[in-house]
């Protein structure tokens, strides 16, 4: 089992940047395959990103492309989503989420541990 917090959310302007971090507890982060999600109000919940174990394979939202750095840092176990070039659509509260799949995969079902949720206000 693994509990994760995220932190790192906040509000800022279009065009700026945020990076989250999600800490995860215990000694077994490194065989967890890790994701972020995120759900605007009155929205469904969407997938953003997610890493493999070892962090060789990134996947990524077409929405977050280019603009999102998905991370890990095994040793400290901690993931981390750097934000650039932030929109106003890019507000949501986002949710680390952590998998015993082998590879990343964008649906919610499968992964078995979730955050909390951290805020992402963009302001235009």
């Known amino acids: 089992q693994v509990q994760l917090v995220e932190s790192g959310g906040g509000l800022v302007q279009a065009g700026g940047s945020l990076r989250l971090s999600c800490a995860a507890s215990?000694?077994?982060?490194?065989?967890?395959?890790m994701a972020w999600f995120r759900q605007a109000p009155g929205k469904e919940r969407e997938f953003v990103a997610a890493?493999?174990?070892?962090?060789?394979?990134?996947i990524y939202a077409d929405s977050v492309k280019d603009r999102f750095t998905l991370s890990r840092e095994n040793a400290e176990n901690t993931l981390y989503l750097q934000m650039n070039s932030l929109k106003p659509e890019d507000t949501a509260v986002y949710y680390c989420?952590?998998?015993?799949?082998?590879?990343?995969?964008?649906?919610?079902?499968?992964?078995?541990?979730w955050g909390q949720g951290t805020q992402v206000t963009v302001s235009s």
């Open positions: 989420a952590a998998s015993g799949d082998v590879q990343p995969i964008p649906a919610q079902g499968g992964y078995d541990y």
């Open positions: 890493i493999s174990m070892s962090g060789n394979n990134i």
């Open positions: 215990g000694r077994t982060f490194r065989t967890y395959t």
